[in-house]
Structures are given as C-alpha cells and as structure tokens.
C-alpha cells in the first residue's frame, strides 16, 4: 500500500464491495462516501406551495428553482411524506388578523413570539396548492398544518405552541423511518422548525441545503442554520446523495 494513494484504494474498496455483492453504482457512491437513501429514510417535501414560490402572496426568493431537483431526489427515496401550510382564513399568522400590524412584524401570543405573514395558504385556495410542477406520485403522505385559527405551525411534527403533535412522529415511528432528509419551503421557518423538531423527536435529520430556499427576514437564515447544526441537524447538499 506504499504507492497507494486515497483514490486507488477507493477504487479497490468499491470493487470489493461489487465482488461482496453491491451494485456497482451502490459502491461507487459508497466509494465516493456519497449517501443512499435506504428503507428506513424519508424525504420529508415541505410547503412547496403556490404562495410560497414567485407570484405567491408570501414568495420566498427563487422558491421555484428548487423544484426540479426535489423531483429528482425525490425519486431516489422509497418514502416520501408532503407538507402543506393549511391556514383557516383569518389565521392568527395573518397580520390582516390583526388592526394596524403590518407584514413581517411580530406579536406575542400565548405560546411565544409569532412573526405576522402575509395572508397566504389559506384552506381550499390555490395559493395552498403545491406548485404545479411538483411530481412526486409515490408520496405517500400529505400531513397539513397550520389549521387551527389561534396557533401557527411551521413544523411538522409539532404546532408552534411546542407541544401539540400533527400525528408525523406517530406516523414514522409506525412505519419504522428512523432518517429525515429534508427539502422544501422556507428553509429559516417550516424547514428548520421540522429539522429541529425531527431531532427532538429522536430521529437523524439532514437539510439538503440546495433543495431549499429561505425568506431571511432580520437575519433569519444564518440564525436558522445556527440552531439546527447546533441541534446536531446535517447540512448536507444533494451532490452528497446518490440520485
Ligand atoms: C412558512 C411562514 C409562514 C414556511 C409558513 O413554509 O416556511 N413561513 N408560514
Ligand atoms: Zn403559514
């Protein structure tokens, strides 16, 4: 192994793993240390929705441009569970909800500081319709939240008072899913409240960074990375999964 450099013995690795068995592609991704998604991970496809992508009453920026890659991961996973934002209409997120508040500012309710939206995905809307190009016809789950008048929910595992479930963590533990891989809608609120909220549930969690996209309202974003690294979420990017 003198002259043996790390890409050599990569490639020794791999054709061992093909005479033990795995496909050839398996063990050049493994090889390449790249993850496959296995059967007891999920994707988890949040609020790619109509009001969230360009045109939408609260379009996160460039929110469209990640659709054609969560199809493609998508179809690398056997279980995939959708999310949508599912507001009765004038929800206590709304600032309309609320005399003389404005968008984006923020009010304090009972179970904690809530940032004032835009009115958007509110029940049987178009705008609460997942975007017209997500095609992922093997999911097997839409799990809604946000629906009841007097409490938010950007995760969706708990709603924002912290401990009211939306059924998910029943859901997986059920089915025996152990690893949430996430993509989707807004990377700083429904992506990174669900991240967290996966690990605190027990389940491993990874951001796949490229399929998501954030509203970064007063320094959201980097404070939401901040959090879910430190929660012990991984940031990974799709060049990261075998797809
Ligand atoms: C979301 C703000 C309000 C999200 C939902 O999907 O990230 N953000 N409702
Ligand atoms: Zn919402």
Known sequence: MMD?????????????????????????????????????????????????????????????????????????????VLTQDWHTPGHISFASSHPGKKPFETIQLPYGTQVLWPDHCVQGTSGADLHKDVNIPHAQLIIRKGYR?????????????????????????????????????ATDFCVAWSALDARKAGFSAYVIEDATRGIDAGGSLGKAWQDMVGAGVKRIKSADLEI
């Open 4 to 80: 043996c450099n790390r890409r050599d013995f990569l490639k020794g690795a791999a054709s061992m793993m093909v005479l033990a068995g795995m496909s050839g592609t398996a063990a050049a991704a493994a090889a390449q240390g790249k993850i496959k998604s296995g059967g007891d991970d999920v994707l988890l496809v949040v609020d790619v929705q109509n009001c969230f992508t360009p045109g939408g009453s609260l379009a996160v920026k460039e929110g469209d441009q990640i659709i054609p890659l969560v199809n493609r991961i998508a179809r690398a996973f056997q279980h995939v």
């Open 149 to 185: 008048q007097h409490v938010d929910s950007y995760s969706a595992f708990y709603e924002a008072d912290g401990k009211t479930p939306t059924g998910l963590t029943g859901y997986l533990r059920d089915r025996g899913l152990k690893q949430v891989f996430l993509v989707g809608l």
